[in-house]
């Protein structure tokens, strides 16, 4: 591995330790874990401050699991040229959102939530899954457009497409609904 490759892969990992073991409620336990990231490929480009994971990526920290086709982390800027001035020294790196594509799985504890497209936005500590979004928590399942994750408080909030108005030419669709099952033993 090459020097260039190696200081990217780190980048790479440090980005994704910072979103996993940052923000308010943080538990300590829980940001002091290894974590443990895999992907076929690794991209980082200080152009655009992301970082791209691709094929069969699955990210592990603590209670928390990604796993997804793609993977893109965005950092902040600054944090970029805190990196470039303090190569030796230990950073960490301000993670602005995540977005993963294709197949996507969060697990944490046991609260599962899939779709096709996740977004994580640091500020809020939301997780947002769209296309196809369902969750789990236990065997109860939920599925709408939108689930809305809440980390902090350990909540989630599925939404529903708004029906479209008569006389528009979606007017024959069904309006899409929140679903939900619940098992009884």
Known sequence: MKYSDSKSFILGVSLLASLLLSGPGTVRGASEAP??????????????????????VDAKQGDVRIRSDEMTVFYTPEAAEKEKKAEQKKTTQQVEKLICVGNVELTRGQWLGTSKKMVYLSKERQVILTDNAKAWQGQNMVSGDKIIYYLDEGRSEVISNKPTAAGESDSKKKPSRVNMTILQN
């Open 35 to 56: 974590i443990h990231i895999e992907a076929n490929k690794m991209t980082s480009t200080e152009k655009t401050n992301s970082v791209i994971f691709t094929g069969d």
